[in-house]
């Protein structure tokens, strides 16, 4: 168990509804992200904060999506009028935030968009 | 932006054999690099990590070599059990403060007893 709390584990939802997941990342780390993992594919980067400053967000796959860190600690991301292509794992991972990090990723949300 | 890559997709091994898990990477001013093991179901736990300024780094049963030359880095496990069967990924992350690591497509590890 790496700490980081994912909910929901799973997600299955019609197309053109809106999902939101939750991450809750170990206490003292600093730094949240956001991936997106595809069968037989790595992670794949989507947004990250700093405390509640979210620094990059330019590789979120579209402006159906977006995420927040209101307080610095828990993140949530939403997608809204999800379509099929959106099913995925989506992984939340945290860092302390110092100079080259590792990252603890949490079990993910698995989405299914039918 | 950053490329890596794996050269095998699966590798098979026997149980109590040595395994070699290879990435290589596009961006000679990476400076930092960590092995990833995803099991079945749940997110990436992390193995072991190096910086560019080694070129081995060596934990318990597993060893990270890195040659910056060739941009390439190897994971190799010791001994290797059935409990090590998993996909292994390499995540990358460039120079210049980037703190994003760029993971690649991952090796099926498969450990037959």
């Known amino acids: 168990d790496t700490g980081v709390s994912q909910n929901p584990r799973h997600k299955i939802t019609k197309r053109g509804q809106n999902v939101t997941f939750r991450c809750d990342p170990i206490?003292?780390?600093?730094?949240l992200y956001w991936y997106r993992q595809t069968l037989g594919q790595g992670p794949e980067f989507l947004t990250y904060?700093?405390?509640?400053?979210?620094?990059?967000k330019s590789r979120l796959l579209s402006d159906r999506f977006s995420a927040e860190r209101p307080k610095g600690s828990f993140s949530t991301l939403e997608i809204q009028r999800t379509e099929q292509g959106d099913s995925a794992m989506y992984l939340c991972?945290?860092?302390?935030?110092?100079?080259?990090?590792?990252?603890?990723f949490g079990s993910g949300t698995q989405l299914s968009v039918l | 932006g950053e490329s890596v890559g794996l050269h095998l997709p699966t590798l098979s091994v026997q149980e109590g054999d040595n395994s070699i898990i290879n990435c290589a990477y596009s961006?000679?001013?990476?400076?930092?690099f960590i092995w990833y093991k995803q099991e079945s179901g749940k997110g990436p736990q992390f193995i072991i990590d190096?910086?560019?300024?080694?070129d081995k780094r060596q934990g318990q049963r597993v060893t990270v070599l890195l040659n910056k030359t060739v941009k390439h880095l190897s994971l190799q496990i010791a001994a290797t059990q059935p409990g090590d069967s998993a996909v292994y990924f390499c995540?990358?992350?460039?120079?210049?403060?980037?703190?994003?690591?760029?993971f690649g497509r991952g090796t099926s590890l498969i450990v037959h007893p």
């Open positions: 995540a990358v992350l460039e120079g210049g403060g980037s703190y994003i690591p760029t």
């Open positions: 961006n000679s001013a990476s400076d930092y």
């Open positions: 190096i910086r560019s300024n080694m």
């Open positions: 991972a945290s860092s302390l935030g110092g100079n080259r990090e590792k990252l603890f």
């Open positions: 206490s003292e780390h600093n730094r």
């Open positions: 904060f700093q405390n509640e400053a979210q620094l990059e």
